[in-house]
């Protein structure tokens, strides 16, 4: 599942852990999470449901 992922920034050079999402959002095709990193970078997560 999405929630056991572990998130990381993939900023060049960054490789921070992302731990609370900034936005989430869901729809029949999935969710999406959007993490703000420290460096300024955003990672976006993808998952379809089951």
Known sequence: MIQD????CDAEGCE???T?????FETDAGRREAYECACGAV????ARPR
Do not use: S
């Open 43 to 46: 990672t976006v997560t993808v």
């Open 5 to 8: 992922l572990r998130v990381e």
């Open 16 to 18: 921070r852990a992302l």
């Open 20 to 24: 609370e999402p900034q936005l989430v």
